[in-house]
Protein backbone atom coordinates (compact mmCIF):
# COMPACT_ATOMS: atom_id res chain seq x y z
CA UNK A 1 0.00 0.00 0.00
CA UNK A 2 1.84 3.21 -0.86
CA UNK A 3 0.74 6.48 0.42
CA UNK A 4 3.12 8.85 -0.69
CA UNK A 5 4.55 12.49 0.39
CA UNK A 6 2.27 13.92 -2.28
CA UNK A 7 -0.78 12.39 -0.33
CA UNK A 8 -0.02 13.27 2.95
CA UNK A 9 1.11 16.53 2.25
CA UNK A 10 -1.93 17.87 0.18
CA UNK A 11 -4.39 16.71 2.77
CA UNK A 12 -2.36 18.49 5.71
CA UNK A 13 -2.21 21.44 3.73
CA UNK A 14 -5.91 21.45 2.74
CA UNK A 15 -6.77 20.83 6.43
CA UNK A 16 -4.25 23.83 7.40
CA UNK A 17 -6.15 26.45 4.66
CA UNK A 18 -9.73 25.05 6.31
CA UNK A 19 -8.65 25.90 9.47
CA UNK A 20 -7.17 28.83 8.61
CA UNK A 21 -9.17 29.88 5.44
CA UNK A 22 -12.42 31.14 7.17
CA UNK A 23 -11.41 34.86 6.87
CA UNK A 24 -10.30 35.18 3.31
CA UNK A 25 -7.23 33.58 1.49
CA UNK A 26 -3.88 31.92 2.99
CA UNK A 27 -0.82 32.53 1.54
CA UNK A 28 1.09 29.34 0.52
CA UNK A 29 4.19 30.57 2.40
CA UNK A 30 2.32 30.75 5.93
CA UNK A 31 0.77 27.01 5.51
CA UNK A 32 5.05 25.81 3.99
CA UNK A 33 6.54 27.48 7.15
CA UNK A 34 3.74 25.58 9.35
CA UNK A 35 3.65 22.27 8.03
CA UNK A 36 7.11 22.42 7.15
CA UNK A 37 6.56 21.44 3.46
CA UNK A 38 8.28 22.74 0.86
CA UNK A 39 6.90 26.01 -0.87
CA UNK A 40 7.92 24.53 -4.48
CA UNK A 41 6.07 21.26 -3.46
CA UNK A 42 2.79 23.03 -2.43
CA UNK A 43 2.80 25.12 -5.49
CA UNK A 44 3.08 22.01 -7.60
CA UNK A 45 0.04 20.56 -5.16
CA UNK A 46 -2.30 23.43 -5.22
CA UNK A 47 -1.84 23.78 -8.88
CA UNK A 48 -3.74 20.35 -9.30
CA UNK A 49 -6.17 21.24 -6.25
CA UNK A 50 -6.89 24.34 -8.25
CA UNK A 51 -7.52 22.14 -11.42
CA UNK A 52 -10.17 19.70 -9.37
CA UNK A 53 -11.79 23.05 -8.48
CA UNK A 54 -11.22 22.15 -4.71
CA UNK A 55 -9.28 25.72 -4.02
CA UNK A 56 -9.62 29.13 -5.39
CA UNK A 57 -6.70 31.28 -5.87
CA UNK A 58 -6.11 34.74 -5.15
CA UNK A 59 -2.97 37.14 -7.23
CA UNK A 60 -1.83 39.95 -5.20
CA UNK A 61 -1.44 41.45 -1.96
CA UNK A 62 -3.26 39.53 0.48
CA UNK A 63 -3.95 36.71 -2.04
CA UNK A 64 -3.53 33.35 -1.15
CA UNK A 65 -5.78 30.26 -1.60
CA UNK A 66 -9.28 29.33 0.07
CA UNK A 67 -11.08 26.37 0.09
CA UNK A 68 -13.58 26.79 -3.14
CA UNK A 69 -16.55 24.42 -1.56
CA UNK A 70 -17.97 24.25 1.85
CA UNK A 71 -15.92 21.42 4.21
CA UNK A 72 -18.53 19.28 4.52
CA UNK A 73 -18.28 18.41 0.86
CA UNK A 74 -14.35 18.20 0.64
CA UNK A 75 -13.45 14.28 1.40
CA UNK A 76 -9.87 13.33 1.85
CA UNK A 77 -10.51 10.50 -1.12
CA UNK A 78 -11.42 13.99 -3.05
CA UNK A 79 -7.89 15.32 -2.28
CA UNK A 80 -6.04 12.46 -2.81
CA UNK A 81 -7.65 11.44 -6.01
CA UNK A 82 -6.98 15.21 -7.43
CA UNK A 83 -2.69 15.49 -6.73
CA UNK A 84 -2.69 11.97 -8.57
CA UNK A 85 -1.95 10.08 -5.96
CA UNK A 86 -2.37 6.05 -6.33
CA UNK A 87 -4.25 4.54 -3.38
CA UNK A 88 -3.21 0.47 -4.14
CA UNK A 89 -2.59 -2.51 -1.64
CA UNK A 90 -2.08 -4.86 -4.90
CA UNK A 91 1.53 -5.53 -5.94
CA UNK A 92 0.52 -5.64 -9.70
CA UNK A 93 -1.27 -2.37 -9.56
CA UNK A 94 -4.49 -4.26 -10.73
CA UNK A 95 -3.44 -5.72 -13.84
CA UNK A 96 -3.65 -9.25 -12.19
CA UNK A 97 -0.27 -9.87 -12.87
CA UNK A 98 0.84 -10.14 -9.91
CA UNK A 99 2.83 -13.51 -9.60
CA UNK A 100 4.88 -14.55 -13.32
CA UNK A 101 2.09 -12.93 -15.23
CA UNK A 102 -0.80 -14.79 -13.13
CA UNK A 103 -2.98 -13.37 -10.80
CA UNK A 104 -1.81 -14.39 -7.10
CA UNK A 105 -3.92 -15.80 -4.79
CA UNK A 106 -4.08 -12.65 -2.62
CA UNK A 107 -5.14 -10.55 -5.23
CA UNK A 108 -8.89 -10.15 -3.77
CA UNK A 109 -7.61 -9.29 -1.00
CA UNK A 110 -6.06 -6.93 -1.79
CA UNK A 111 -8.58 -5.56 -4.37
CA UNK A 112 -10.62 -5.73 -1.50
CA UNK A 113 -8.64 -3.34 0.92
CA UNK A 114 -8.24 -0.80 -2.04
CA UNK A 115 -12.30 -0.11 -1.79
CA UNK A 116 -12.67 -0.15 1.83
CA UNK A 117 -9.64 2.46 2.27
CA UNK A 118 -10.70 4.87 -0.63
CA UNK A 119 -14.62 4.24 0.57
CA UNK A 120 -13.00 4.90 4.39
CA UNK A 121 -11.31 8.08 2.54
CA UNK A 122 -15.02 9.24 0.89
CA UNK A 123 -16.30 9.26 4.44
CA UNK A 124 -14.11 11.69 5.83
CA UNK A 125 -14.99 15.63 5.23
CA UNK A 126 -12.05 18.25 5.60
CA UNK A 127 -14.81 19.36 8.35
CA UNK A 128 -14.77 16.01 10.52
CA UNK A 129 -10.70 16.31 10.35
CA UNK A 130 -11.42 20.45 11.47
CA UNK A 131 -14.08 19.56 13.97
CA UNK A 132 -11.92 16.77 15.62
CA UNK A 133 -8.43 19.05 15.47
CA UNK A 134 -10.46 22.15 17.24
CA UNK A 135 -11.57 19.30 19.74
CA UNK A 136 -8.16 17.91 20.34
CA UNK A 137 -7.13 21.79 21.36
CA UNK A 138 -9.69 22.27 23.17
CA UNK A 139 -9.25 19.42 25.61
CA UNK A 140 -6.08 20.39 25.54
CA UNK A 141 -6.58 24.09 26.56
CA UNK A 142 -5.22 25.66 23.32
CA UNK A 143 -6.06 27.41 20.10
CA UNK A 144 -5.81 25.42 16.89
CA UNK A 145 -4.68 28.23 15.20
CA UNK A 146 -1.33 29.94 16.75
CA UNK A 147 -0.99 32.52 13.78
CA UNK A 148 -3.50 35.39 14.10
CA UNK A 149 -2.50 37.15 10.85
CA UNK A 150 -4.37 39.10 8.92
CA UNK A 151 -5.52 37.27 5.65
CA UNK A 152 -6.70 39.49 3.36
CA UNK A 153 -9.67 39.91 1.02
CA UNK A 154 -12.16 36.72 0.37
CA UNK A 155 -12.03 35.98 -3.03
CA UNK A 156 -15.64 35.51 -3.73
CA UNK A 157 -16.13 39.14 -2.52
CA UNK A 158 -13.78 40.71 -4.53
CA UNK A 159 -15.39 39.23 -7.53
CA UNK A 160 -18.64 40.69 -6.11
CA UNK A 161 -17.33 43.70 -5.67
CA UNK A 162 -16.01 44.46 -9.00
CA UNK A 163 -19.07 43.54 -10.49
CA UNK A 164 -21.38 45.73 -8.86
CA UNK A 165 -18.36 48.92 -9.49
CA UNK A 166 -18.90 47.47 -12.93
CA UNK A 167 -23.39 47.62 -13.20
Aim: net charge positive; hydrophobic share 40%; with cysteine.
Amino acid sequence: MRLTTKGRFAVTAMMDLALRGGEGPVALAGVAERQSISLSYLEQLFGKLRRYKLVDSVRGPGGGYCIAQPLARVTVADIIRAVDENLDATQCGGNENCQDDHRCMTHDLWTTLNAKMFEYLASVTLADLVEREKAKAAARGESVIADQRPLGPHPRRTIRDKTAVAA
